[in-house]
């Protein structure tokens, strides 16, 4: 079974620039999280989307990140404009619907200088 | 929302010894789950435990729930380098959300 695929893997941008990363999930799983970790912290929820409906934004910085979820299946997250707090590996998850078990992905690692 | 604190932050320990690392939450935990992450990977799902004063191993992982679910723990037997990485607790509330805490790097010497 292939797991959850992520790119870029690393990206290194300037403040002030935006970035955006990809993500599908698991083949079938309705349930996609977008996960920001800081180096040293636990992951962070940014948006829990089941299917193409926003479950969860409480923690997403509206005023600078979006994400989609346009059908259901895969995901893009953008920042825009990039700050430099913003650099931390941007982790996607998923899980089955009413399942227990989530998968991440590789994560992608943004730095921004 | 809901807070779960971990404890310690790090611990380093001599291959063999055991390693424990303690999850609490001031208000009653819905469903507690344990990642590992590795040094430069992704958390990866060990367990999930639902029920008041549930105990369950994987090997020389031992995983228990408080009697009142406010409080989890994970202890290790033996610990080997293998071992190596940081361990997080996550509640598992409502919508299915996962709110973690903030991990537990352990360091093993061989």
């Known amino acids: 079974e292939a797991g959850v695929a992520q790119s870029p893997r690393y990206k290194i941008i300037e403040k002030r620039q935006s970035v955006a990363f990809w993500c599908n999930p698991i083949?079938?799983?309705?349930?996609l999280y977008w996960y920001q970790q800081i180096l040293g912290q636990g992951p962070k929820l940014l948006i829990q989307f089941q299917n193409n409906g926003v479950v969860d934004d409480s923690q997403l910085p509206k005023d600078r990140f979006s994400a989609e979820r346009l059908k259901g299946v895969d995901s893009t997250l953008k920042i825009q404009p990039a700050k430099l707090e913003d650099s931390a590996v941007y982790l996607c998850?998923?899980?089955?619907?009413?399942?227990?078990?989530?998968?991440f992905g590789e994560g992608s690692w943004l730095t921004v200088v | 929302g809901q807070q779960v604190m971990q404890i310690p932050q790090y611990q380093h320990v001599q291959e063999g010894e055991d390693f424990t690392t303690y999850c609490n939450s001031s208000?009653?935990?819905?469903?507690i789950q344990w990642y590992k992450q590795r040094p430069g990977g992704h958390p990866v799902f060990l367990i999930q435990?639902?029920?008041?004063?549930e105990v369950k191993k994987q090997k020389r992982l031992t995983f228990q729930f408080g009697e009142a679910k406010k409080n989890s723990s994970l202890h290790i037997t033996a610990t080997q380098t293998t071992d190596v990485g940081t361990y997080f607790c996550a509640d598992r509330g409502s919508n299915y959300k996962l709110t973690f805490g903030k991990g537990t790097l352990l360091t093993v010497n061989p």
């Open positions: 083949s079938g799983h309705a349930t």
């Open positions: 435990l639902v029920k008041s004063g």
């Open positions: 208000t009653t935990l819905s469903n």
């Open positions: 998850a998923s899980t089955p619907l009413l399942g227990n078990t989530i998968y």
